[in-house]
């Protein structure tokens, strides 16, 4: 975020410069070469300089070899000239500086009456394959030197040895090349007062004597082997053409592209609002972004409804990218620091990386440096901070219930700071369940304070990377740099981000940024200070709580939906592996062990492991509840195997079940039955229902058991249904119709198979599942399960209708399909007695094989004329499914 570079855009200026006898022979080369560095892109200038960087190292390593003595041109002013004009300006750049008395120059100095390898480069004169191929490489050099950038002027050397150095300053002895590509002036030699004095009297006297023309920097002597006489370290003075060492005017399109950026980080921003709002975002669409191999792309327009809610996250990441960038240009303005457009770098899991934005002055110290860095993401992590704590605040405040969004609360675990802080305010409980209700607020404060982190790493010239610059040195930078880098590519810090930020820094902002004019001076205590905590607070941000998430993972993996769990799967790898055991383990019982048997998954025709719902082996009110479903030896307080306290959906130890029966009367529609015939009933007083009729052509019987009123047992012989499932059951995959119940043992006619439990419902309930139900089937990919079940009164005049729902609550009645000819199930209303409910249960209307589908009539009415496509492979196949009116 907000990433200040100098190094990444900076154009280097070029001027061409040909001379007559090189005109016509490169003029065309040359012509060429500028247009293409005109169409290559920002990003490749960078190359192209380091290119040319190569080049010219090549260059000077030739002179040193010695063959410099007898070139066949020179350009020690940037022009091309004959071998006259080389020895003239040979001499004009020769050091001729001589020891004041009393002052001690080591004899490398002394001797150098040689020009400084950038004011005096000449190609080699090696000529292997004769003088064509001499040409040719003479040639190259020298169009290297025409495309480099402009140098120093030997006279301005000449003139500013004289009246800039002295005495009373700095005493220069030796003179070397100086910047990336050698085009400027290095003057070593003996300060001769305070430096910061000295620099200040110099500047102003250049300013003086050349005007604008030269930027003057204060460096550390290059290998220099002992520390001033005065304290700290050895200065020399580095002279730099203007346009050189400063980046060029931001271009027209590289405005264009910071908008295109910046309007995709709109874009990520509010994508990031959406996928904030996952538990409420239709369920093709999640499984879509979590596994877009697993499904077709749904119809993006089913997001449309979502923006408007998206957008106060959206601003709260924009917020902070602005806040950020506001921070770095009030830093940077009364210090005169020039700075470009930021260019925005969306993501989608954070909005935005932040943005690259770049110095288009040099600065003029390090206190400057660090200043202008740390300010934009200490302003974006003010706000971003704000936002977190008022939206941690707000998720507790019941008056804000409405605007909360569900979140996986190990998604707190990827911070160790965040997480804390999270915690001391969530309180223990609600960070400890399976999903936290938290306020959109703190999403987007949780992403402002990690980008703020990524950008704060002290890294090439991210802020981080600037400000460890400043505050410590380019060594200290080098070390921290390598320290960060290996915490990234390991992941031990960022999550799953590590690596694509890794990749982020080191294509875009690895290079360290450039010297400041007075790069020596070094920063106060505070800003040391300043600079270390942020770094601290940076890897508190974004160091996950590894040893607590493995523990806080294996409590929270085995409550969560097959779609929460698809997400974990797909955040890291880490996820990804404590996630897997808990697919397999949920692919081998259905029943979470609640039935006597498991009843695996078997699929060999797609890639779903298991189908996703909660198990009840009874009747239930609807509530909006969770169920553990991993494996049992996780240390997991609230499995199967727990108190009834623990979990109220439990089996006794005696095998019955607890059932809220006490409250099932009121899920009765007591103005009774509301069908057709049953109304007239009523109204005419005439006795017999027709619904009767229609229960009998559905061939359902009906059964009384021994109950609640009884005085028998659990043992007692008349309480079939009631002990759970006690054949072998399994549920395979089928290409055409979903999961399917089979036997996975021989069944003999007349016994139990199991009850058709889910979640009781008022028939107002009823029809508005119903029509959500039609939508999704409609769409493809859903199979629901919703049972109206009719029973008469004994008077005939009124009949009680249930509604059972196995579609999100259920047992594994749910997955039988239908059978046109009526399969080899029979159903049965069974009463027992001093139960206020009848309960519809299965038994085998026949002998049935191991391996054997079962199946039931759904009922003879297709009200619908376009009813789902029936694949029940009978003779007596309708050809579509049973629908009726619910
Ligand atoms: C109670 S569920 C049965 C389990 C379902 N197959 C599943 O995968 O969850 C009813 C749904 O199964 C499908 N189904 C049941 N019997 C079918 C049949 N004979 N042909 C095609 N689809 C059937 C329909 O999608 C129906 O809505």
């Avoid at 050895?234 to 309007?263: C, D, H, M, N």
């Avoid at 304070?449 to 400043?470: E, K, Y």
């Avoid at 992941?491 to 690596?499: A, D, E, F, Q």
């Amino acid at each position: 975020m907000g990433t200040l570079t100098s190094c990444s855009f900076s154009a280097v200026n070029f001027r061409f410069r040909p001379n007559s006898m090189f005109r016509q022979r490169i003029g065309v080369q040359v012509f060429e070469s500028r247009k293409l560095r005109r169409n290559l892109c920002f990003l490749c200038r960078g190359i192209i300089s380091k290119e040319l960087s190569r080049e010219k190292s090549f260059k000077v390593s030739c002179i040193s070899n010695g063959n410099n003595n007898d070139g066949d041109y020179s350009n020690n002013d940037g022009d091309i000239k004959g071998n006259d004009n080389h020895n003239a300006s040979s001499k004009e750049s020769t050091v001729t500086t001589a020891s004041p008395p009393g002052e001690t120059v080591p004899e490398e100095r002394s001797t150098s009456n040689d020009p400084p390898p950038s004011v005096s480069s000449r190609p080699p004169n090696i000529a292997p394959l004769g003088s064509a191929y001499s040409d040719f490489q003479i040639d190259s050099f020298k169009l290297m030197e025409l495309l480099g950038p402009e140098k120093v002027d030997p006279s301005d050397v000449k003139l500013i040895k004289d009246k800039l150095f002295g005495y009373s300053t700095f005493w220069v002895t030796k003179e070397e090349p100086f910047g990336e590509l050698g085009e400027g002036i290095l003057f070593l030699g003996n300060l001769r007062g305070n430096r910061e004095d000295v620099f200040a009297k110099l500047q102003t006297q250049l300013a003086e004597i050349m005007g604008d023309k030269y930027n003057l920097f204060m460096v550390e002597e290059p290998n220099s082997e002992a520390p001033d006489p005065r304290g700290g370290p050895r200065v020399s003075f580095g002279l730099l053409r203007k346009e050189v060492s400063e980046p060029g005017p931001t271009s027209l399109w590289q405005y264009v592209i910071a908008l295109l950026l910046f309007l995709l980080t709109i874009g990520s921003s509010v994508e990031l609002g959406i996928a904030s709002q996952i538990n409420r975002l239709p369920p093709e669409v999640v499984k879509y972004f979590t596994d877009p191999n697993a499904i077709e792309p749904p119809d993006m327009e089913l997001l449309y409804p979502f923006v408007e809610s998206a957008l106060p996250l959206a601003y709260g990441v924009l917020g902070v990218l602005l806040f950020h960038e506001v921070g770095h240009f009030l830093a940077a303005f009364p210090k005169k620091v020039k700075l470009s457009i930021p260019f925005f770098i969306p993501n989608i899991t954070l909005g935005s990386f932040g943005a690259i934005t770049q110095f288009k002055s040099i600065l003029p110290d390090r206190s400057t440096q660090v200043d202008v860095s740390l300010a934009g993401p200490f302003a974006g992590a003010a706000l971003s901070f704000s936002m977190f704590v008022v939206g941690l605040l707000l998720s507790s405040n019941p008056d804000a219930a409405g605007d909360l969004v569900q979140v996986p609360s190990m998604l707190f675990q990827g911070s160790l700071l965040l997480g804390l802080i999270s915690r001391a305010t969530l309180g223990y409980a609600a960070m400890h369940a399976a999903t936290v209700s938290i306020h959109p607020l703190v999403i987007a404060g949780w992403c402002g304070l990690t980008t703020t982190a990524f950008n704060l790493l002290p890294v090439g010239c991210l802020d981080g990377g600037r400000a460890v610059q400043g505050a410590f040195g380019k060594g200290a930078l080098v070390g921290f740099g390598l320290t960060a880098y290996t915490l990234l590519g390991l992941g031990v810090i960022g999550g799953p981000l590590s690596l694509p930020w890794g990749f982020y820094v080191l294509i875009c902002q690895r290079t360290p940024e450039k010297p400041c004019l007075n790069d020596v001076t070094e920063v106060g205590t505070w800003r040391k200070t300043a600079v270390t905590v942020a770094i601290l607070l940076v890897v508190l941000t974004l160091l996950p709580v590894w040893d607590e998430l493995a523990e806080e993972l294996a409590l929270v993996l085995p409550w969560l939906t097959d779609g929460e769990l698809a997400t974990i799967f797909m955040t890291c790898k880490t996820l990804h592996r404590l996630a897997r055991p808990i697919t397999h383990h949920r692919s081998l019982d259905a029943s979470r062990s609640f039935e006597k048997f498991p009843i695996p998954f078997y699929n060999s025709v797609d890639h779903f492991p298991y189908a996703y719902f909660i198990y009840t082996p009874f009747q239930v009110i609807p509530s909006s509840t969770r169920q553990f479903w991993g494996p049992n030896d996780l240390p997991c307080q609230f499995g199967p195997n727990s108190s009834d306290a623990d979990f109220p959906l439990s089996r006794e130890g005696n095998g019955e079940m607890n059932k809220p029966e006490s409250s099932l009367v009121s899920l009765v529609d007591e103005s009774g039955c509301e069908c057709e015939a049953c109304e007239k009933v009523s109204e005419d007083n005439v006795i017999g229902c027709p619904c009767m009729e229609l229960d009998a052509a559905e061939g359902m019987g009906i059964m009384s058991e021994c109950g609640p009123s009884c005085g028998c047992g659990s043992e007692c012989g008349n309480r079939v249904s009631q002990g759970g499932i006690r054949v072998k059951l399994k549920i395979v995959r089928d290409v055409r119709k979903g999961w399917c119940l089979h036997a996975a043992q021989s069944i003999q006619q007349g016994q139990f198979i199991c009850e058709y439990a889910g979640e009781l419902l008022t028939t107002q309930e009823a029809r508005k599942r119903q029509q959500i139900y039609d939508k999704l089937a409609s769409k493809g990919n859903f199979s629901s399960a919703l049972l109206v079940v009719r029973e008469h009164l004994p008077s005939r005049k009124a009949c009680f209708r249930i509604n059972i729902d196995t579609t999100r609550v259920g047992n594994v009645a749910r997955f039988i399909n239908h059978s046109c000819d009526g399969g080899n199930l029979s159903t049965v209303l069974v009463r027992s007695s001093g139960a206020l409910l009848p309960r519809l249960c299965f038994f085998a209307s026949k002998d049935i094989e191991e391996d054997e589908e079962l199946t039931f009539s759904y009922g003879e009415d297709r009200v619908r004329p376009n009813g789902l496509k029936c694949f029940c492979n009978s003779s007596l196949c309708f050809g579509t499914l049973p629908s009726e009116n619910t």
